[in-house]
């Protein structure tokens, strides 16, 4: 039988035309398996916003039995889904909380390298000389393996697919805005600002307060042309350490051991509701 939440759906939801309402606000893709968040009536794809129900929770020190919808921050306690069917389904938000993610020792190599001083490596990965030389138009193929490792690694946490394909986007739509502007192309300065302003919107709200380093982080991959093995290779190598692969012996001094607590980088750094 449907409940309140279903009754209230079918009164506010009808079909719409094909228009940008059609696209997930989350992937920015068309719905697939179309869902609504059960307060605000806001709709996603079911797994876009069970997944990112699922990063939001998983960061809290107890599961909370609500979730704050991505755009209007109205609670909500439920995703309700399967809308084209004869009967609606509901899943709350508190079910099946996820489990911990065991970091490897690539994970926490790059998690270290965080809080290490920034610029040590502009000498051998020039950013500003990448904006400047149009390397951008260089298509990088490792860089999703390397998004996805960087993103787990922050936010320690395995199933972190939306967050990358998000990210991953903007990325691309950038670096894609800029290669069709090579006839009257900006000054090299402005492109970089427009990038890293674009990238730090799209990925404040799941990384905080290590944003602005992460997106110098992609700035330095993508500056240096490397895939990831040569790139941690180099990294590596500068900082002094050994090698994050899983065959190797690290000291315990040298990388952040498995016994240790790292914090958890919570969802939002300041108020939910957007004040500092």
């Known amino acids: 039988m449907e409940d309140d939440a279903a009754i209230e759906l079918n009164n506010h939801v009808s079909p719409e035309p094909e228009d940008s309402s059609c696209c997930c606000p989350i992937c920015l893709g068309p719905f697939c398996q179309l869902s609504y968040l059960d307060k605000c009536l806001h709709k996603f794809c079911f797994n876009c916003i069970l997944r990112w129900t699922k990063v939001v929770t998983g960061k809290q020190h107890s599961p909370p039995s609500f979730v704050k919808c991505p755009l209007c921050k109205t609670e909500n306690f439920s995703i309700v889904y399967e809308v084209d069917g004869g009967c609606l389904q509901r899943h709350y938000v508190n079910k099946d909380f996820g489990h911990s993610f065991i970091l490897s020792r690539a994970h926490r190599y790059r998690l270290q390298c965080y809080y290490t001083e920034q610029g040590f490596l502009d000498d051998i990965f020039n950013i500003p000389q990448y904006w ?18 960087e993103i787990q690694a922050l936010t320690q946490e395995e199933d972190v697919d939306i967050i990358v394909h998000h990210i991953l986007g903007v990325v691309k739509a950038v670096l894609w805005t800029m290669r069709q502007q090579k ?15 674009s990238v730090v919107e799209a990925a404040r709200r799941f990384l905080g307060a290590r944003t602005d380093r992460f997106v110098y982080e992609i700035q330095l991959f993508l500056a240096s042309g490397f895939n990831i093995e040569a790139y941690d290779a180099v990294y590596i190598q500068r900082l002094g350490w050994s090698s994050p692969g899983v065959n190797t012996e690290v000291p315990q001094s040298e990388l952040i051991d498995r016994s240790t607590v790292i914090p958890y980088l919570y969802i939002f750094d300041c108020d939910p509701d957007g004040t500092e």
């Open 132 to 149: 400047k030389s149009c390397k951008y138009c260089q298509p990088n193929c490792w860089l999703e393996s390397w998004l996805r490792r």
């Open 183 to 197: 006839s009257h192309m900006n000054a090299p300065e402005k492109k970089h600002e427009e990038f890293k302003m």
